[in-house]
C-alpha cells in the first residue's frame, strides 16, 4: 500500500531574511503644496534681486537658489501609491519600510521606490508530463490563486517573485503527481482522480511552503488537467471500461442472489409449494438466468414433471 505523502518542506533559504515593516511618511497634499509655494518663493526672490545693488543682489541669488532646490526636493519626495500596489523605499541600499496606504505620500526625496503589486493573481502552471505512483505517464497542469503578502520579502529575497512562484507551482505539481497514484487500487488508498479535496488540500500546502521565502500567500489551487498521456490513454481506457463492466456484473449477482433468497424465503413462509433440494436448485437457476441475462429470456412450459 502506497503510504507516500508529499513533502511541504520549501528551499532553504538564509536565516537574515528582510521583512515587512512600515515606512516614515507625511501627507503628500502638504508637501505639494509646500513644494509650489517655495518655488513661487525662490521666483519673487529672484524679481527682487534683479532690482538689488551688487551686494545684495548675491545674496538674494544664493537665498533663490536654496529655496529653489528646497522646493525641488519637497516635490521630489512625492509618490503615489494607488490601490492595490505597495511601494518599497530603499535609502542608499537600505531598507527603510513599505507603504500601503493609497493616496499622494512624501518620503525622503533621495529615497528609491519599488512598486510591487499586492493584488489577487491566477496563475496556470504549463501541462507537465509525469509518471504517477504507479509509474503511468499523466499529463497534469493546476491554477494557482496567490497574493504578495510581505512586499520587502518579494523584493529582496528572491530575483523575480512571478517567476519563482511559476518555478515553485510546477515543481509542487510534479512532486504531487508523482506521489500518488492516477486512481486507487487499494481500499484506503489516495489518487489524483478519486480524492480531489485532499490532493488539492496538499499541493495548496506544498507550494504555499515553497512560496513563503518570497512573501507569497497562496489562497487556493486546483487541478485543471489530469488525464493520461495518450500512449497509455486507450489501454486504461478499456481498463476502466472492464473494471466498470466487473462492478456492474458483481452489482447485479449480488442483487439476483437476494431477489432468489427472498423468493425462496416467501415460498416456504407461506407455504405456496413445497420444494425439495433438487426443485430449489432448478429455481434458483432458471431465476438467476433471468436476472442476470443480459437479454429477454423465452419461458419454456413443462408440461410433465422435473423428473420426466
Known sequence: MVTQTAAAAGPDVPDQRVTERE??????????VAGIVLILAGVAVAVVAGRQSHGAAVALVVLCVLIFIAGALALAGLTSVVPGQARVVQLFGRYRGTIRDSGLQWVNPFTR?????TRIRNQESAQA???DADGNP???AAVVVWQVQDTASATYSVDDYTQ?????TETAVRHIASSYPYTSRREGELSLRDNADEITGKLSAEIAARVAPAGVRIIESRLTRLSYAAEIAQAMLRQQQASAVVGARR???EGAVGMVQLALQRLQDESVVDLDEERKASMVSN?????????ATQPVVNTGT???
Open 138 to 140: 499523466i499529463e497534469i
Open 129 to 131: 508530463k509525469v509518471n
Open 251 to 253: 452489482t447485479i449477482v
Open 113 to 117: 521606490r519599488i512598486a510591487v503589486s
Open 23 to 32: 515606512a516614515r511618511f507625511l501627507p503628500g497634499l502638504r508637501m505639494l
Open 164 to 168: 519563482f512562484v511559476t518555478i515553485q
Open 306 to 308: 422435473l423428473y420426466q
Open 287 to 295: 431465476l438467476l438466468v433471468v436476472l442476470c441475462s443480459e437479454q
